[in-house]
């Protein structure tokens, strides 16, 4: 498991990220409502965009995302399909592949 700060300047064959509560779509925007805290930070929306930038862009041959199974996460699951990202048949979670 990797940190977005352990992650940087990583490269990895073929990446997997378990996408978290903390940066979902929701009613068309991207929300980090359910982030915790990050009181030291200036900008904590630009800091949570970031850190998953970081991850999503590990993979030397591509990503795999998972999403949880919970409704939470289906607006983020369409959108991310609907920007180019190809959803895999899974049992339980919702996954998806960047490549």
């Known amino acids: 498991m990797a ?3 352990s992650a940087q300047g990583l ?3 073929l990446a997997i990220l378990a996408w978290g509560s903390d940066f979902l779509r929701v009613d068309g925007r991207w929300s980090t409502a359910r982030a915790g805290r990050t009181n030291y930070a200036r ?3 630009r800091l949570r965009q970031n850190v998953y ?3 999503l862009t590990r993979g030397r041959d591509g990503s ?3 999403l949880p199974p919970e ?3 289906e607006e983020t699951f369409e ?3 609907r ?3 190809r959803p895999l048949p899974a049992d339980g979670g919702r996954v998806a592949v960047i490549y």
């Open 3 to 5: 940190t977005e700060f």
């Open 11 to 13: 490269e990895l064959d």
């Open 43 to 45: 900008d904590p929306f």
């Open 53 to 55: 930038r970081v991850l």
């Open 64 to 66: 795999v995302i998972f």
């Open 71 to 73: 409704g939470m996460f």
């Open 79 to 81: 959108y991310l399909v």
């Open 83 to 85: 920007s180019g990202v």
